[in-house]
C-alpha cells in the first residue's frame, strides 16, 4: 500500500516543488544550481521560510549551510552517518531546528510535519527527489530562464567552458507543463528573462506517476537516494 502524506487527524500535507531551470528543463550543474540569481533566491526563501524543505543529500551539500527557520528533510540512504557529519561540520541559526534525514521520506514525513506544526511541504530537489514526490506535488513553482544552457550557458558564463554535458542534472518539463498555470514574477538576470510560474494540479492524483511510484516503492534499494 502506498504512502498516505496525512497528519494523524486526516489533514493532507501540502507538497509543492521549486524549482529553477532553462528552456530544456536543466536545472543543476555538478551538483550546484545552473542560476546563481539573487532576486530568484530571494523568492525562493519568501516561499518556503517557516516551512518544510525536503531534498537530497546532494542538494544540501551543495548549498553548504543549514537554511535558517526551515526544518530540512534530507532524503539519504545513510541518514545516521549523514547527521554524524553535519553535527560535527555545521550549526544551526537561530530559531532553526536541526536538519532531520531519512531513507523513507514518505513514510516520515507526515510524523515530521506534526512534530514542526506545519502541513506545507517544499520539494527542492535533486531531480530524483522531484520524481519521487511527483505524485503529491500540488504545485510546482518554477522559474524558467529563456535560455537553452546546452548552447549559450558557456557564452553568459552559467556553465564553464569545458563542461561535460553528462554532469548536467534534467528535470522533463512534462510532468507539470500540461497544468494550470499562472505567472507570479518577471525580471532579468545577466541579460537572460526569466518568469517565475505557478502550474497547479487541478484534475486530481497523475495515475501514470502513482504507478511509477508504487513500482519505485516495490523495487526501492539502498542506493536509491545516494
Known amino acids: 500500500m502506498l504512502p498516505n502524506l496525512r497528519l494523524s487527524n486526516g489533514t493532507s500535507l501540502k507538497v509543492r516543488a521549486i524549482v529553477a531551470m532553462d528552456r530544456q528543463g536543466f536545472i543543476g550543474y555538478q551538483n550546484d544550481l545552473i542560476f546563481h540569481n539573487p532576486e530568484d533566491l530571494k523568492f525562493f526563501k519568501e ?3 517557516n516551512h518544510i524543505c525536503v531534498m537530497g543529500r546532494k542538494t544540501f551539500e551543495s548549498i553548504g549551510r543549514i537554511l535558517p527557520r526551515r526544518q530540512t528533510v534530507v532524503v539519504t540512504s545513510h541518514p545516521h552517518e549523514f547527521l554524524e ?3 560535527r561540520s555545521m550549526k544551526a541559526p537561530d530559531d ?3 536538519p532531520l534525514a531519512t531513507k ?3 513514510v516520515d514525513l507526515p510524523n515530521i510535519a506534526e512534530a514542526y506544526g506545519d502541513i ?3 520539494v527542492c530537489g535533486g531531480s530524483a527527489i522531484y520524481e519521487l514526490f511527483r505524485p503529491y506535488i500540488c504545485t510546482y513553482v518554477v522559474t524558467e530562464y529563456s535560455i537553452n544552457v546546452l548552447e549559450d550557458g558557456v557564452k553568459h558564463g552559467f ?3 569545458d ?3 553528462r554532469d548536467l542534472v534534467r528535470l522533463t518539463k512534462k510532468r507539470f507543463s500540461s497544468l494550470n498555470c499562472s505567472e507570479l514574477q518577471y525580471g532579468r538576470f545577466e541579460g537572460i528573462r526569466y518568469t517565475i510560474k505557478s502550474y497547479n494540479r487541478i484534475n486530481g492524483t497523475n495515475a501514470a506517476a502513482w504507478r511509477a ?3 519505485d516503492m516495490n523495487a526501492i534499494s539502498g542506493d536509491m537516494y545516494i
Do not use: G, M
Request: proline residues 12%; positive net charge.
Open 47 to 49: 516561499k518556503t521560510v
Open 85 to 87: 557529519r553535519t553535527i
Open 96 to 98: 532553526t531546528p536541526f
Open 104 to 106: 523513507l521520506p514518505l
Open 120 to 122: 506545507n511541504v517544499y
Open 159 to 161: 556553465l564553464p567552458e
Open 163 to 165: 563542461f561535460d554535458e
Open 213 to 215: 511510484l508504487k513500482k
